[in-house]
């Protein structure tokens, strides 16, 4: 079994060209299954063809009663299937055993997000008396006028700007590109950072010169990130649970607000499915009941 999990991970990395967190996601979920199945036997691991319908529905049924979130026991089986298509692929099984297995039932949390003048607050916080501050700023401004993942943040590289057409080019989950939009304030925010940011000299001629560096002159972590926007929030008062991505959720909400159309938002964020940029609709409602009583005639409510 560990022989074929090991085929099956670079199977993802080599031929479906997968994301190295993708296939640390992969990694992960079939290691708990190991495990499972390791306790199972006790300390013998069978190989996929041996394993029973009976041994993966008891997996899923472990897994319920550890009181795992709906979102990992979805998020394992699916790992579990694509094994297992895999192993069907190469003739190691008859049968792709997971597919039978059904996900649990979710209801899927509201993504956090924060108020525009909220928003302002936050962009307003870091100092720009000192390069570090204006570089906090124009990491706030781009991810938030960009909508982009943290990780898609740190990874800009300075080839992927174009100041003159205000927009970045994006490498999303999977390696996919897209492009983003740049703002005004953003891109005035960039180019104050870039004017006195500093490199490490091995990156200057470098092709995959980052655009966020730490006082080192190397690429900013994505941890970096998240301790940096912590301080802010600390200083400023805002809600602690604000995290970097909570930023891409403002920006979804924001635009949605104001009347941007749902499948622009979708193509913004770099969502391949509608259901996944959905959920921002939800947060929505409110707004548009209020424009909804102020536009039509009769739906105004009666007082008392």
């Not at 909508?147 to 999303?172: A, C, H, P, T, Y």
Request: charged content about 30%.
């Amino acid at each position: 079994m560990l022989v074929r999990i090991g085929q099956f991970l670079r199977y993802l990395a080599i031929e479906k060209n997968s994301s190295d967190l993708t296939v640390k996601s992969y990694r992960e979920d079939m290691t708990a299954f190991i495990e499972y199945l390791s306790w199972v036997h006790c300390g013998k691991i069978p190989e996929p063809r041996v394993v029973t319908m009976l041994e993966l529905r008891a997996y899923v049924s472990a897994m319920h009663e550890a009181e795992y979130a709906p979102s990992t026991i979805a998020r394992r089986l699916a790992s579990l299937r694509s094994f297992y298509r895999f192993c069907q692929r190469e003739e190691l099984v008859d049968v792709n055993l997971a597919k039978a297995l059904r996900n649990p039932r979710s209801v899927r949390p509201l993504p956090h997000f924060l108020t525009t003048e909220q928003i302002e607050i936050l962009l307003d916080a870091p100092s720009l008396a000192e390069p570090a501050g204006l570089r906090d700023r124009a990491i706030l401004e781009v991810t938030y006028s960009a909508g982009l993942r943290v990780s898609e943040l740190v990874g800009l590289n300075d080839q992927d700007i174009d100041f003159k057409e205000g927009i970045l080019i994006i490498r999303g989950k999977g390696r996919k590109e897209r492009l983003a939009l740049l703002g005004s304030y953003a891109a005035k925010a960039l180019a104050e950072w870039l004017r006195v940011r500093k490199l490490d000299s091995k990156l200057i001629d470098s092709p995959e010169r980052p655009v966020f560096t730490n006082k080192f002159g190397t690429r900013l972590t994505t941890r970096s990130v998240g301790r940096m926007l912590e301080k802010y929030l600390k200083s400023t008062g805002l809600d602690l649970r604000t995290s970097p991505h909570t930023l891409r959720h403002s920006f979804a909400t924001h635009l949605l607000d104001r009347g941007a159309d749902i499948r622009s938002v979708q193509e913004l964020l770099g969502h391949k499915s509608l259901e996944t940029t959905q959920i921002y609709t939800h947060l929505t409602t409110a707004k548009l009941l209020d424009i909804y009583e102020k536009a039509h005639p009769r739906a105004k409510r009666q007082s008392g």
